[in-house]
C-alpha cells in the first residue's frame, strides 16, 4: 500500500506562484510513477502533470510553460511548482501515484487533496 501526503496548497494572487508537496510511504519498492491531477469548477479530473520512475515528465496543454513537475526520489516525494497562476487554475490539486512506470488512466494511489485558490 502507498500513502500519499499533499502540502503547499493556498490562496494566492493572480501571477503568482505555490509549491506542492507530496510525500509518499508505505510498502512499497522502487520508484513510484506520480502526478498531479486537479478538480475545476469546469473539469472534473485533469491530469495536470505527470513523471515517471525514470524522471520523464507530461504536462497538460493548459499549464506548459508555468507549471514545473519534479521529484526527490531519496524522499519520496513529488513536487509541482506553479508559476504564473491564473484564476482558472483553482481547484483542489490531488497527488495519485502507480507502481508501474508510468502513471496509469486510473492511478490507484490517491492523496486527500489540497486546496489551490487564485485570486484575480
Known amino acids: 500500500q502507498v500513502q500519499l501526503v499533499e502540502s503547499g496548497g493556498g490562496l494566492v494572487q493572480a501571477g503568482g506562484s505555490l509549491r506542492l508537496s507530496c510525500a509518499a510511504s508505505?510498502?512499497?519498492?522502487?520508484?513510484?510513477?506520480m502526478g498531479w491531477y486537479r478538480r475545476t469548477a469546469t473539469i472534473q479530473r485533469e491530469l495536470v502533470a505527470g513523471i515517471t520512475s525514470g524522471g520523464s515528465t507530461n504536462y497538460a496543454d493548459s499549464v506548459k510553460g508555468r507549471f514545473t513537475i519534479s521529484r526527490d526520489n531519496a524522499k519520496n516525494t513529488v513536487y509541482l511548482r506553479m508559476n504564473s497562476l491564473k484564476p482558472e487554475d483553482t481547484g483542489v490539486y490531488y497527488c495519485?501515484?502507480?507502481?508501474?512506470?508510468?502513471?496509469?488512466?486510473?492511478?490507484?494511489?490517491w492523496g486527500q487533496g489540497t486546496q489551490v485558490t487564485v485570486s484575480s
Open positions: 508505505g510498502s512499497f519498492s522502487g520508484i513510484l510513477a
Open positions: 495519485a501515484a502507480d507502481q508501474t512506470p508510468g502513471l496509469q488512466l486510473a492511478p490507484r494511489y
